[in-house]
């Protein structure tokens, strides 16, 4: 079992109260008792093995025991820029992409969004931190508030991919082709430097107009498509992760 307590709460070390629903699910769901093991996460990479030292009045509580060091992450920071969809579609694609290793989602309001404002930031920020449980993720994706797609990015020296149906470069050669610009182009966090962002975007239901194409790809961003068939949005949005994550690890 993995949980999510925040870094502060981390530092205590002892005694470590969770939250009304986390107690819940454990002491309800799990059965758990004094002495179970447990998985803590920080959210930011850090790992650390637990046990549970208390239940009492519906409240758990764990004590650390030390520190883990997980390794499933991709080896590109992965930020996917997601075209708003309607419904339970984008909590699926924020579940399914933080699942795979996304590090940011980004959701955008492009010319075909049927979708142009919402209000579920939270929501979505809580189905990426119970994703990252359920797959033993040290690392809780950031889901950043919406903005237009036009916008993202507009910093000098961002590369990625722009996901189009209509066509563009084959996948292999467009991700080798952005990987060179992001290895050793981020800023130093503790030695060496670390990769820089690769950005995806994909479209809405009705994908991206032509002129938004063209203008992702005169800020830098490389056009490519996922193939033959013309994918839904979710899928579109989960397959080019997964692709994407796939070619990372296998060309380390």
Same mark, same amino acid.
Do not use: N
């Given at each position: 079992?993995?949980?999510?307590?925040?870094?502060?709460?981390?530092?205590?070390?002892?005694?470590?109260?969770?939250?009304?629903?986390?107690?819940?699910?454990?002491?309800?769901?799990?059965?758990?008792?004094?002495?179970?093991?447990?998985?803590?996460?920080?959210?930011?990479?850090?790992?650390?093995?637990?046990?549970?030292?208390?239940?009492?009045?519906?409240?758990?509580?764990?004590?650390?025991?030390?520190?883990?060091?997980?390794?499933?992450?991709?080896?590109?920071?992965?930020?996917?820029?997601?075209?708003?969809?309607?419904?339970?579609?984008?909590?699926?694609?924020?579940?399914?992409?933080?699942?795979?290793?996304?590090?940011?989602?980004?959701?955008?309001?492009?010319?075909?969004?049927?979708?142009?404002?919402?209000?579920?930031?939270?929501?979505?920020?809580?189905?990426?931190?119970?994703?990252?449980?359920?797959?033993?993720?040290?690392?809780?994706?950031?889901?950043?508030?919406?903005?237009?797609?036009?916008?993202?990015?507009?910093?000098?020296?961002?590369?990625?991919?722009?996901?189009?149906?209509?066509?563009?470069?084959?996948?292999?050669?467009?991700?080798?082709?952005?990987?060179?610009?992001?290895?050793?182009?981020?800023?130093?966090?503790?030695?060496?430097?670390?990769?820089?962002?690769?950005? @995806?975007?994909?479209?809405?239901?009705?994908?991206?107009?032509?002129?938004?194409?063209?203008?992702?790809?005169?800020?830098?961003?490389?056009?490519?498509?996922?193939?033959?068939?013309?994918?839904?949005?979710?899928?579109?949005?989960?397959?080019?992760?997964? @692709?994407?994550?796939?070619?990372?690890?296998?060309?380390?």
């Amino acid at each position: 079992m993995t949980i999510f307590i925040p870094p502060d709460d981390i530092a205590k070390r002892k005694g470590i109260s969770l939250s009304a629903d986390t107690s819940r699910y454990l002491s309800s769901v799990l059965r758990s008792k004094t002495g179970d093991p447990v998985t803590v996460i920080d959210g930011r990479g850090r790992a650390y093995a637990a046990v549970v030292s208390s239940l009492s009045k519906g409240v758990v509580a764990v004590d650390i025991t030390g520190e883990i060091f997980p390794d499933t992450e991709p080896p590109v920071p992965l930020v996917l820029c997601q075209g708003i969809l309607k419904g339970e579609k984008m909590d699926l694609v924020v579940q399914k992409t933080t699942e795979l290793g996304v590090r940011e989602i980004v959701p955008v309001i492009s010319e075909r969004c049927l979708v142009k404002e919402t209000r579920k930031v939270k929501r979505w920020q809580k189905i990426a931190e119970e994703a990252a449980e359920q797959c033993g993720r040290a690392v809780i994706p950031r889901i950043h508030e919406p903005v237009e797609l036009l916008s993202v990015p507009e910093e000098r020296g961002i590369r990625g991919l722009v996901f189009w149906e209509q066509g563009g470069m084959l996948l292999r050669e467009a991700f080798a082709k952005v990987k060179q610009h992001c290895d050793g182009a981020g800023l130093p966090e503790s030695g060496p430097l670390s990769p820089a962002p690769f950005y @995806l975007l994909v479209g809405p239901e009705g994908g991206f107009s032509r002129e938004e194409v063209e203008r992702a790809e005169a800020r830098g961003l490389v056009r490519t498509t996922l193939g033959r068939r013309v994918l839904r949005a979710e899928t579109a949005a989960i397959v080019s992760v997964a @692709l994407i994550v796939y070619l990372s690890e296998s060309l380390q």
